[in-house]
């Protein structure tokens, strides 16, 4: 019986033809390193969804490297990459918590470089804010995120989408949420809407300084960490895998299909509040 000494979520990437595009593929999966009967290593992708196992690469000590994709704009894909042969194979991080992909990848390369060294964790713990959690981790994988939101603070997020994206999002169909969330719009919203740095304060790492305040937020904004995290939410809405969780928010399972219909949704349930229409779903 095999012997899985690492095992952690990922979906598969594949290569478009004859481009050096890589698309996701939105299955869940695992991947799994173990020893096989064969007393060799084993590097295999399980389907977490039919349990049938995909894929299963025997690796011989030193001769492959599991990497982050550099030119990655959303920031969580790896390649396993052979220095026997040119063969690449790609995969993307499906742990909500994005903060454990070192450890994995590092425990990858250990095992790689050596089948019987022994395993490192980091005794760092996870970052317990919600907002940044919540948006930066580029896990597009339905029903994993924890994400609570009280009606108080659905209604200063779409006030704050509402506001910056205007008719932004029936302009082109290929927006990008970061056109949308720049530093120049969200500074400008927190000039004229002052009340919004309260609401979202709490919901920032319990390290930055208090009281909050304008020129604080503006340099998490201007961060390339914030840049980053909205590009992860803008690659998640993209799987269409996040109707269960914007259902959440009190959207209609819809908005979790696109950047656009995400943005849309959020526009038209603002604008129906403020006319003093429907009540928001909070089931």
């Known amino acids: 019986m095999a012997d899985i ?11 478009r ?20 009967d064969d007393g060799l290593l084993h590097f295999v992708w399980k389907n977490r969804s039919t349990n049938e196992v995909e894929e299963d690469l025997i690796l011989f ?13 959303w920031g969580r894909m790896y390649v396993l990459k052979f220095s026997s042969s040119n063969q690449r194979h790609f995969f993307w991080m499906q742990d909500a918590d994005a903060s454990r ?10 095992l790689l470089a050596d089948p019987d060294e022994d395993l490192v964790w980091s005794t760092a713990q996870p970052s ?3 907002a940044p959690a919540a948006i930066g981790t580029g896990a597009p994988e339905a ?33 990008l949420l970061g056109d949308v969330l720049t530093p120049a719009n969200l500074s400008a919203l927190f000039a004229t809407h002052p009340e919004v740095i309260s609401a979202i304060f709490p919901h920032l790492p ?33 799987t269409g895998l996040l109707g269960p969780v914007v259902r959440g928010l009190g959207l209609p399972e ?30």
């Open 5 to 15: 000494r690492l095992g952690f979520k990922a979906g598969r990437a594949f290569r």
């Open 17 to 36: 033809e004859n481009t050096n595009w890589v698309d996701a593929d939105p299955r869940k999966g695992a991947i799994l390193l173990q020893s096989g």
């Open 61 to 73: 000590p030193t001769d492959a490297t599991f990497e982050k994709v550099q030119q990655s704009a």
């Open 101 to 110: 992909d070192r450890d994995f990848v590092d425990n990858v390369n250990r």
């Open 128 to 130: 317990t804010s919600s």
């Open 143 to 175: 029903g994993s995120s924890q994400l609570q939101v009280t009606p108080e603070q659905l209604a200063q997020l779409q006030s704050l989408v509402a506001s910056v994206a205007g008719s932004t999002a029936q302009a082109e169909p290929e927006i």
């Open 206 to 238: 319990p390290d930055l300084p208090t009281p909050p305040s304008q020129e604080t937020l503006e340099q998490i904004i201007a961060s390339p960490q914030f840049r980053a995290a909205v590009r992860n939410f803008d690659q998640a809405l993209r």
């Open 254 to 283: 819809e908005a979790g299909t696109g950047v656009e219909a995400f943005l849309r949704a959020i526009q038209d349930q603002a604008r129906r509040e403020g006319e003093g229409g429907d009540r928001m779903d909070t089931d």
